[in-house]
């Protein structure tokens, strides 16, 4: 009898095995540096996020302009409730295709396992990132009310700037110069484009308070991406495990950060009243803005738990050229001249450089490894 109990015990111990290695996904290659085809593919995710971004740009700026929307404090927080709405749905339906289930909690439990967090732990890591992703994006949101497009996406792309210096801060050695070099040409590009084009009644208010504001949103944004890619590296792999790491970061933002668009509107940083912002144009105006919001987010954050910060940053930085471009094709509202011209080839040039340079240093494809079963 003591046999046969010792026999039920081994069967159980096998059982939770199975359990814990059908919740596992296999090892994959993303514990080392990440390949050349990663690269290609991160890539392609940024090309998609500038489109995205470009477009929300302009309707962001075309809503506020025609005051429709004046309330950056409850978009950012609905965009970011977008990760949770569209994050877990799209997290069990990957699960789906992969294990036939649709548990959320068998979701849940994989991410645990994945990045072995107690629960305790990953709700704290999803809401120290919700406040970081939250208050840059607010910050860049509010200057875009009063600075023009191209100023203030400049001011948000000098993340590039406080990557390398945390990178190097964190590694306590100097950054190799490729990337300096790749930064400096880009940086040189962004005040061209920001000062060579500008007009005089394009700039609004520029008390000390816009100045502090727009280095505090890319020292923020840098901090997030390095987060990220710090605690996504994990489950970079994985797609579905990914999904649920956006959503765990979407409700902390949903259920937590709520409080800052009263606190927004008593504190006199926003006029509108949230019943005006359910008419037909001003939800039109949401709900588009939402939805290339997401497309951006579940762009380049899988982007950046794939490649690197610094890769993302630097290619992100196209997005100024585009702009330009966009503005001066379609929206007419600059004209294109000598600084424009050098500041989109300067940054095209350092960006593509780094990018080519990173993706050329990838490190070689690992062949993909099973977990033995018993």
């Not at 506020?64 to 950056?72: A, Q, T």
Request: glycine content about 6%; aromatic content about 8%.
């Amino acid at each position: 009898q003591s046999m046969n109990l010792k026999s039920g015990g081994d069967m159980e111990d096998s059982s939770d095995a199975a359990e814990r290695e059908a919740l596992l996904p296999p090892d994959e290659a993303g514990q080392g540096k990440p390949t050349t085809a990663v690269y290609v593919f991160g890539g392609f995710l940024i090309v998609i996020v500038i489109a995205a971004l470009a477009c929300q740009q302009e309707v962001m700026q075309s809503a506020e302009s025609k005051g429709s929307v004046d309330k950056p404090s409850l978009t950012i927080w609905w965009n970011h409730t977008c990760l949770l709405l569209v994050g877990l749905p799209l997290g069990l339906l990957l699960q789906l295709f992969r294990e036939g289930s649709l548990s959320p909690l068998r979701l849940w439990r994989r991410l645990l396992q994945q990045q072995r967090w107690t629960a305790q732990r990953a709700l704290w890591l999803g809401t120290v990132l919700a406040v970081i992703f939250y208050l840059p994006n607010l910050a860049w949101a509010v200057t875009l009310k009063s600075i023009w497009v191209p100023l203030v996406t400049a001011a948000s792309r000098f993340d590039a700037v406080f990557v390398l210096l945390f990178s190097s801060l964190l590694a306590q050695k100097a950054p190799p110069a490729k990337q300096v070099l790749a930064v400096l040409a880009c940086i040189t590009g962004v005040v061209l484009i920001s000062f060579g084009g500008a007009r005089s009644d394009s700039f609004g208010t520029t008390d000390r308070w816009s100045y502090f504001e727009v280095f505090i949103s890319p020292c923020l944004s840098a901090l997030y991406a390095m987060i990220f890619n710090n605690l996504a590296r994990g489950v970079s792999q994985d797609a579905s495990c990914l999904c649920a790491l956006l959503a765990l970061i979407g409700f902390c933002n949903t259920v937590l950060l709520w409080p800052v668009v009263p606190i927004c509107h008593l504190a006199g940083w926003e006029d509108q009243r949230l019943p005006s912002i359910f008419s037909g144009n001003a939800l039109r105006s949401i709900v588009l803005n939402a939805a290339l919001a997401t497309i951006g987010n579940f762009s380049q954050m899988p982007a950046t738990a794939l490649t690197s910060p610094l890769f993302v940053s630097l290619g992100m930085l196209l997005i100024m050229p585009v702009t330009v471009l966009i503005d001066w094709l379609v929206m007419h509202h600059t004209e294109l001249n000598t600084a424009l011209i050098c500041g989109s080839l300067a940054i095209c040039c350092g960006s593509g450089y780094s990018v080519l340079t990173e993706a050329s240093e990838a490190g070689p494809s690992i062949e993909k490894k099973t977990i033995p079963t018993t």
